[in-house]
Nanobody
Framework: QVQLVESGGGLVQPGGSLRLSCAASGSIGSFYLMGWYRQAPGKERELVATVTSGGSTNYPASVKGRFTVSRDNAKNTLSLQMNSLKHEDSAVYYC????????WGQGTQVSVSS
């Protein structure tokens, strides 16, 4: 059993940046795939970034070029660097890991507003 704890959310103006972090209670080295989801009120959950154990990343068009996901297996952390934030990026962001993304964090709120 691995617990995931996100941090780094907050209020930021449009065009600003935030860096989210996800700390795992155990080793993440065995997880082939880790990722970040987000969910805004009244909207479906959206997968915004994935990273494999080999470092390959994938993003949907909505965030590509603005978000960067990374993982540090030695520190058991997953990060999401978010730049050029837009109003529509406002959501609760969750990190996830494990087979079928069986492990989820509690989420961290990101609010983009002027």
């Amino acid at each position: 059993q691995v617990q995931l704890v996100e941090s780094g959310g907050g209020l930021v103006q449009p065009g600003g940046s935030l860096r989210l972090s996800c700390a795992a209670s155990g080793s993440i080295g065995s997880f082939y795939l880790m990722g970040w989801y987000r969910q805004a009120p009244g909207k479906e959950r959206e997968l915004v970034a994935t990273v494999t154990s080999g470092g390959s990343t994938n993003y949907p068009a909505s965030v590509k070029g603005r978000f960067t996901v990374s993982r540090d297996n030695a520190k058991n952390t997953l990060s999401l660097q978010m730049n050029s934030l837009k109003h529509e990026d406002s959501a609760v962001y969750y990190c996830c890991a494990g087979y079928g993304f069986q492990y989820w964090g509690q989420g961290t709120q990101v609010s983009v507003s002027s």
